[in-house]
């Protein structure tokens, strides 16, 4: 039984994949539109990451807008990407609050962090700026201490206002700093434009983001490639300091 959001949604099956070794870290890894959560798991799983635990929810199936109301597994209605896109808040905050509930029963030692892919990346962005900013876009308090976000083809839901939103606070402004993310795009996506993914990057270093890191990849379409992966892994693997793969 999957828990419901405040539109009565209920998420899917949530998949695990268990760390190989000594366990340091735990991330949640979200799925592009129509996906599932059991595909990511054979991702994630195919990872030379063994100090890593994934745990792969599924989004609730709802009708989407871009799709003319097509229902299918989406973390919350997305009709045009624009930079000041009229964002389905009560979507995005019901998809973060599932998500940090995942995350809030692991170990007081064991870091943790969320990636994605496509809108999947959508949600990990977004989860980002409420740890900076302490609370979910409605105003409740954000519980999880991240330590790393990952976002693959997507963008930054809200960017246009983010950068007045943490230059409010000095807490906000201090989290943004200390938070590493890692952005990657290829050049030749044609259903998440190269442009947002680079406006996302560009405007959360403006917000204050010091350590987000934008990768382009030349020529990729909407899909990720081992290549992409192997460098999420290395970055991972130095920004959590694991042991690697001894």
Same mark, same amino acid.
């Given at each position: 039984?999957?828990? +419901?959001?405040?539109?009565?949604?209920?998420?899917? +099956?949530? #998949?695990?994949?268990?760390? !190989?070794?000594?366990?340091? $870290?735990?991330?949640?890894?979200?799925?592009?539109?129509?996906?599932?959560?059991?595909?990511?798991?054979?991702?994630?799983?195919?990872?030379?990451?063994?100090?890593? !635990?994934?745990?792969?929810?599924?989004?609730?199936?709802?009708?989407?807008?871009?799709?003319?109301?097509?229902?299918?597994? =989406?973390?919350?209605?997305?009709?045009?990407?624009?930079?000041?896109?009229?964002?389905?808040?009560?979507?995005?905050?019901?998809?973060?609050?599932? /998500?940090?509930?995942?995350?809030? $029963?692991?170990?007081?030692?064991?870091?943790?962090?969320?990636?994605?892919?496509?809108?999947?990346? $959508?949600?990990?962005?977004?989860?980002?700026?409420?740890? =900076?900013?302490?609370?979910?876009?409605?105003?409740? %308090?954000?519980? /999880?201490?991240?330590? =790393?976000?990952?976002?693959?083809?997507?963008?930054?839901?809200?960017? !246009?206002?983010?950068?007045?939103?943490?230059?409010?606070? #000095?807490? =906000? $402004?201090?989290? %943004? %700093?200390?938070?590493? /993310? /890692?952005?990657?795009?290829?050049?030749?996506?044609? &259903?998440?434009? #190269?442009?947002?993914?680079?406006?996302?990057?560009?405007?959360?270093?403006?917000?204050?983001? +010091?350590? %987000?890191?934008?990768?382009?990849?030349?020529?990729?379409?909407?899909?990720?490639?081992? !290549?992409?992966?192997?460098?999420? &892994?290395?970055?991972?693997?130095?920004?959590?300091?694991?042991?690697?793969?001894?």
């Amino acid at each position: 039984m999957g828990s +419901r959001n405040a539109r009565g949604y209920e998420f899917g +099956r949530t #998949y695990v994949v268990r760390p !190989k070794g000594k366990h340091q $870290a735990t991330l949640v890894w979200l799925h592009g539109l129509g996906d599932n959560g059991s595909s990511s798991s054979q991702l994630m799983e195919s990872l030379r990451l063994p100090n890593v !635990k994934w745990i792969c929810p599924t989004a609730p199936l709802r009708p989407v807008s871009s799709l003319g109301g097509f229902t299918c597994t =989406a973390w919350f209605d997305v009709g045009e990407i624009s930079e000041d896109g009229h964002d389905d808040l009560e979507g995005l905050d019901a998809s973060a609050s599932h /998500i940090a509930n995942l995350l809030s $029963a692991e170990p007081a030692d064991v870091q943790v962090g969320i990636g994605g892919f496509s809108m999947g990346a $959508a949600i990990s962005l977004y989860s980002a700026t409420c740890y =900076a900013l302490g609370r979910y876009g409605t105003g409740h %308090a954000y519980p /999880i201490n991240l330590r =790393a976000v990952v976002g693959l083809s997507g963008w930054l839901p809200g960017w !246009k206002s983010l950068r007045g939103k943490i230059e409010c606070s #000095y807490e =906000a $402004a201090r989290r %943004a %700093a200390s938070l590493p /993310i /890692i952005l990657t795009h290829g050049t030749s996506d044609d &259903v998440v434009p #190269y442009r947002f993914g680079e406006k996302s990057a560009q405007s959360l270093g403006m917000a204050g983001f +010091r350590q %987000a890191m934008f990768k382009p990849y030349e020529g990729l379409g909407h899909y990720t490639v081992p !290549k992409e992966m192997d460098e999420v &892994v290395h970055w991972l693997t130095t920004r959590l300091g694991l042991e690697g793969s001894r």
